[in-house]
């Protein structure tokens, strides 16, 4: 089996990572897109996030009409802080007949190189690049088992949404209408 790997915090999840996760799909020719919810990303050390299994739970709720897409808790099981070298090497390990390719955004692939056994990750696995504002990497700068994702600049992100709902701005269309609700709850 082919899977995507797309994770992050998802705090909250929004339309952007759907729209994501299904280029990625179609793009990759995956079998399914796993978004492996991140209890705590190394980098982010400071930063408080909505209860994890919240988290969980609004990704699962947010991508049900989608036979090809997972919500995944398996980070929860590991280890913290959450390096994607050690999620990867436990994956490989639990399932050794599939295939992991990993979704970064390009501001992520911008700090790749300060990333736990990058030099690793970037040899054994393929990563797909998406663009983001001010970070789209030339695809001609790139090592071979990484590629840019050929989708348009999808300029939403989870800090702006948790902004807007704090000053009582809407959110419809920005997120999955199915958690719409939850999030206005959640993040107020």
């Known amino acids: 089996m082919k899977v995507g790997i797309f994770g992050g915090s998802f705090d909250p999840i929004h339309n952007g990572h759907i729209a994501l996760a299904k280029a990625f799909l179609i793009e990759k020719e995956l079998d399914e897109v796993w978004f492996m919810v991140s209890p705590q990303n190394p980098f982010k050390v400071n930063q408080r996030l909505l209860d994890d299994h919240l988290r969980l739970e609004m ?88 590629s840019i994702l050929q989708t348009p600049l999808i300029d939403i992100s989870s800090t702006v949404i948790r902004e807007r709902v704090k000053q009582g701005e809407p959110i419809t269309g920005w997120v999955p209408s199915r958690v719409e609700n939850a999030i206005l709850q959640y993040y107020k």
């Open 59 to 146: 990704v699962r709720q947010a991508i049900l009409d989608e036979p090809h897409f997972k919500a995944s808790d398996y980070e929860f099981h590991l280890s913290k802080p959450s390096y994607t070298w050690n999620t990867l090497q436990h994956l490989k390990h639990d399932f050794p007949h599939h295939t992991f390719t990993l979704l970064v955004g390009g501001d992520n692939w911008k700090a790749f190189n300060h990333w736990y056994h990058a030099e690793d990750i970037i040899t054994h696995y393929h990563i797909v690049v998406y663009p983001r504002r001010d970070h789209t990497p030339s695809s001609s700068l790139l090592p071979k088992n990484v």
